[in-house]
């Protein structure tokens, strides 16, 4: 990524942080990185781009800190190299504080499925290394409750930076709390180890990766192209299609097509049935 980039993915999160997604405008940030806002949609098309590049920049780096210290702490206890992933969290959130507040304290997920859909995928991989990382360290006698672990792993992790994004005066050093936590996730370890109840979440609780809206209209032109469905089918198929074409899809409509395309026989209509469902629910 180049310096200019940069700088201007930078400005933006301050400023949003500050102001709001909403509230600021390209103009303004452009101001504010000392360019003309030509020289802004050079880079960027739109802000809803830059707010992804943001999200890919940043989270991006959170990633590959979690995965690097995996692989520098090869062979050391795995509950050493959780704890050390839990401290990194919390070093970013000093290191990323303006982007850390976006995110915590402002839905900015506007209706882009672009950038839903970077949300969707950056989640189900946080998962799977926070259910890696509570395997290797407690062994397989959670593996039955590993989900329901992981989302109360990272529920604490996000609480406690909530606390400290409204509580700008509370200094909480990151190897002091990823100690604290992870005794918290031995007491929850110990608990569930003697629990009779069943687990509330599933091994498999993220649905496959949604398909992005391109694919999608080329599967609703194969599907329309067997002459043998119902005219309802089709008609439904084709209002869905012109809806998928709109920057801001009408969700409710789309919804009351899909109802017209349940109980078929057919079943690429009822695969794509479900591949709409989960691209409209993101």
Known sequence: MNEKKERIIKTSIRLFAKKGFAATTIQEIASECGISKGAFYLHFKSKEALLLSACEYYIGMSMTKMKDIEEDLAGKPPKEVLKKQIGAQFEDFRDHKDF???????????????????????????DKLYRNALLVSYGEGIE???????????????????????????????????????????????????????????????????????????????????????????????????????????????????????????????????????????
């Not at 496959?208 to 391109?214: F, Q």
């Open 100 to 126: 850390i507040v976006l995110l915590l304290t402002e839905n900015i997920i506007p209706e882009n499925q672009e950038i839903k859909q970077y949300f969707y995928k950056v989640t189900m991989e946080t």
């Open 144 to 282: 039955r409750y590993v989900a329901d672990l992981s989302i109360m792993a990272r529920g604490i992790v996000h609480s406690y930076m909530n606390v400290m994004v409204f509580n700008g005066e509370l200094n909480i050093d990151a190897e002091e709390i990823s100690a604290f936590i992870i005794e918290r996730l031995d007491d929850l370890v110990q608990g569930l180890s003697r629990s009779a109840l069943n687990p509330i979440v599933s091994k498999d609780i993220f649905n496959p990766m949604p398909a992005g809206k391109g694919q999608l209209l080329e599967d609703i032109q194969k599907v329309k192209e067997n002459s043998t469905l119902p005219e309802d089918i089709t008609v439904s198929l084709d209002v869905i299609e012109e809806e998928l074409t709109q920057d801001k899809p009408r969700k409710p409509i789309i919804k009351g097509m899909l109802s017209n395309l349940t109980g078929t026989n057919d079943k690429e209509v009822e695969r794509l049935r479900a591949l709409i469902s989960v691209f409209i629910s993101i």
